[in-house]
């Protein structure tokens, strides 16, 4: 299991940015076609939705990239396992892409540095 570790720099502009792989052939993700994504944290409420906070997420670089810019959303700081959930016209009800007991996995640490 690979485990991504980001940290997030609370009311600062840096953004962290990983790069999603498929499994199945080692090649990058393509998220052209997505049309929302949904950032949530194991043993939380905390949620970041583009469908609130447009800016918060982007994925539009390709490659399988996503910057999560989320420096000005007042999170508290602290280290959270994170799950990301993807939607696009194939996948209505969100497809989670990365969580907790995946391949792999993502951990967010809030700083206040």
Do not use: C
């Not at 499994?23 to 939705?49: C, H, I, K, Y």
């Not at 469908?51 to 989320?70: E, H, P, T, Y």
Request: avoid cysteine; aromatic fraction near 8%.
């Amino acid at each position: 299991m690979l485990t991504l570790e980001e940290t997030i720099f609370v009311n600062r502009d840096n953004y962290a940015e990983i790069k999603v792989i498929n499994g199945q052939d080692d090649q990058p993700v393509d998220f052209a076609g997505a049309t929302r994504m949904v950032l949530s944290f194991a043993e939380s409420d905390e949620v970041v939705d583009t469908d609130v906070n447009s800016g918060a997420i982007d994925w539009a670089q390709g490659l399988g990239v996503i910057r999560f810019k989320l420096g000005g959303l007042s999170l508290p700081v602290g280290e959270r396992a994170a799950r990301l959930v993807v939607y696009d016209p194939g996948h209505t009800n969100g497809q989670v892409v990365v969580h907790e007991g995946g391949l792999s996995t993502l951990k967010m640490t809030f700083s206040d540095v």
